[in-house]
Nanobody, 121 residues
Framework: VQLQASGGGLVQAGGSLRLSCAAS????????MGWSRQAPGKEREFVARISWSGGSTYYADSVKGRFTISRDNAKNTVYLQMNSLKPEDTAVYYC???????????????WGQGTLVTVSS
């Protein structure tokens, strides 16, 4: 499984970014996908998840109403639209593909390399 995330960068508070993750080596259209993040000195946390069909999504309380996860099964790509960004959103963001087991546990996902998002105040 290969997961290539892109779209990170430096943005001012209140701004927006769109992360993309291109997946290969898996049956993407039947795989739940997710985004997690890890800020310096903090544990990694699940940010958002999306079912294989896109019909079910989950968001962490800290991003609910600001972030939107979506997918394009024709392009084997999952997205994370991030609006109204805050300095506390600064972290390395990782794209993951569920490998079995619990939908809500980080350990049951294969994670790609991260992309850094920095939000300045």
């Amino acid at each position: 499984v290969q997961l290539q995330a892109s779209g990170g960068g430096l943005v001012q508070a209140g701004g927006s970014l769109r992360l993309s993750c291109a997946a290969s080596g898996l049956t993407f259209s039947s795989t739940a996908m997710g985004w997690s993040r890890q800020a310096p000195g903090k544990e990694r946390e699940f940010v958002a998840r999306i079912s294989w069909s896109g019909g079910s999504t989950y968001y962490a309380d800290s991003v609910k109403g600001r972030f939107t996860i979506s997918r394009d099964n024709a392009k084997n790509t999952v997205y994370l639209q991030m609006n109204s960004l805050k300095p506390e959103d600064t972290a390395v963001y990782y794209c993951g593909a569920r490998a079995g087991g619990s939908y809500s546990s980080l350990e049951y996902y294969n994670w790609g390399q991260g992309t850094l998002v920095t939000v300045s105040s």
